[in-house]
């Protein structure tokens, strides 16, 4: 019902920045909430950030205030992470996910892009 294609991870160093977007497509009026996850190898999936389906209401892990911006392109229906003075700790899969209106769960999500931070 919800289709979610992660792009922009990569490669950074230490104290760099990198913007990941989350592309919506298919039935997106049904969302509402948007959120970045991450794993890191042999840890558990952690929540990054998450954003009302408006734009109008986010929230940050501690790990991340003030590094991270998660925004909303209305027009393209994308969700973008905007990561700034990154850590090696940083450094995980990234996957974008939504819920659905009146649901708790994130059920839809992408397929993960990597992001490693070298030291």
């Known amino acids: 019902q919800v289709q979610l294609v992660e792009s922009g991870g990569g490669l950074v160093q230490a104290g760099g920045s990198l913007r990941l977007s989350c592309a919506a497509s298919?039935?997106?009026?049904?969302?509402?909430?948007m959120a970045w996850f991450r794993q890191a190898p042999g840890k558990e999936r952690e929540i990054v950030a998450t954003?009302?389906?408006?734009?109008?209401?986010?929230l940050y892990a501690d790990s991340v205030k003030g590094r991270f911006t998660i925004s909303r392109d209305n027009a393209k229906n994308t969700v973008h992470l905007q990561m700034n003075s990154l850590k090696p700790e940083d450094t995980a899969v990234y996957y974008c996910?939504?819920?659905?209106?009146?649901?708790?769960?994130?059920?839809?999500w992408g397929q993960g892009t990597q992001v490693t931070v070298s030291s």
């Open positions: 996910a939504a819920a659905r209106i009146g649901a708790v769960d994130y059920l839809y």
């Open positions: 954003s009302t389906w408006s734009g109008g209401s986010t």
């Open positions: 298919g039935r997106t009026f049904i969302i509402s909430t």
